[in-house]
């Protein structure tokens, strides 16, 4: 893929892109510790999308954030403007996918189809919101004054077990990603994008009209309980459990992910549309 930076409202953002203006486009949004450059494998099983990955706000080569998730989803409406694209389907991994929720929340007319990987729309309870922003913090501190640490916890947790049976190279590429990120600003985008952060969508899923595609992994119990908590607010959505698969399914199984797309793209043909 090849990669520009851009600036949006004053702020750099770097995006990773590939295809031609004519295809159907993709935007791919990663999850915390990733860039655009995660995706690269997928991206490369899907030649006939025009393929947007940006470096999410205090990842990568883009600025860190400036407010919450509200904030960053308007910035990839100006993105998709810049990079003139009226519509697109979108794919949202954890952060990417709460991220991806309020862009259809704040911008469903821009939005061909929605597919979330492991995500959840927020923490409804306020209480329970001010938990996770210590604990955000807590991290934030770390990330700031050992990032190598704070990684190697990262990597340990029980969330990405299932990353261990990688390939040795493909942890590493994992791995010096999360390395190369500035840490005061991968601590922002935590303060700022975090859970605790995120106003809560549960009450605003019933809008979201689009097509759309809810991934989880078998072994991902945590965010298969939210989907499950989830399902009854979108009826029309469609909610998969990809066999041997963690949290991070499209790392896992992207071969799975890519049948998943073609299926979601068989019933929805619109989602296929590219920008005029």
Do not use: C
Not at 110 to 119: C, F, M, P, S
Not at 152 to 181: K, N
């Amino acid at each position: 893929m090849l990669s520009e930076t851009l600036k949006i409202d004053g702020r750099t953002w770097h995006v990773h892109h590939r295809g031609e203006a004519s295809a159907p486009a993709l935007l791919l949004l990663h999850g915390f510790t990733g860039s655009g450059r995660s995706w690269q494998e997928l991206a490369e099983m899907l030649p006939d999308w025009r393929i947007i990955a940006p470096d999410l706000p205090g990842h990568g080569k883009t600025d860190p954030p400036a407010g919450a998730m509200p904030e960053v989803a308007r910035d990839l409406v100006a993105l998709l403007d810049r990079l003139g694209v009226s519509k697109a389907l979108v794919i949202g991994y954890s952060m990417g996918g709460r991220l991806a929720l309020h862009l259809a929340v704040h911008a469903p007319e821009r939005i061909l189809g929605l597919v979330v990987i492991g995500a959840s729309p927020g923490l409804p309870d306020e209480e329970a919101r001010a938990a996770r922003r210590s604990v955000d913090e807590q991290l934030a501190l770390r990330i700031e004054t050992d990032l190598d640490g704070f990684v190697g916890d990262w990597e340990a947790l029980p969330l990405f077990g299932t990353q261990r049976t990688q390939s040795p190279e493909t942890r590493e590429r994992i791995r010096e990603t999360r390395r190369s990120h500035d840490p005061q600003a991968l601590a922002a985008a935590l303060r700022h994008m975090g859970t605790g952060a995120q106003p809560p969508l549960h009450d605003r899923l019933g809008e979201l009209a689009m097509p759309m595609l809810w991934i989880t992994g078998e072994y991902d119990a945590k965010f298969r309980a939210i989907a499950q908590s989830v399902a009854p607010r979108l009826p029309s959505a469609h909610f998969a459990i990809v066999p041997y698969a963690g949290h991070a399914v499209h790392v896992d199984r992207p071969s799975a992910v890519v049948a998943l797309l073609g299926a979601f793209r068989n019933a929805y043909p619109g989602i296929s549309l590219a920008s005029p």
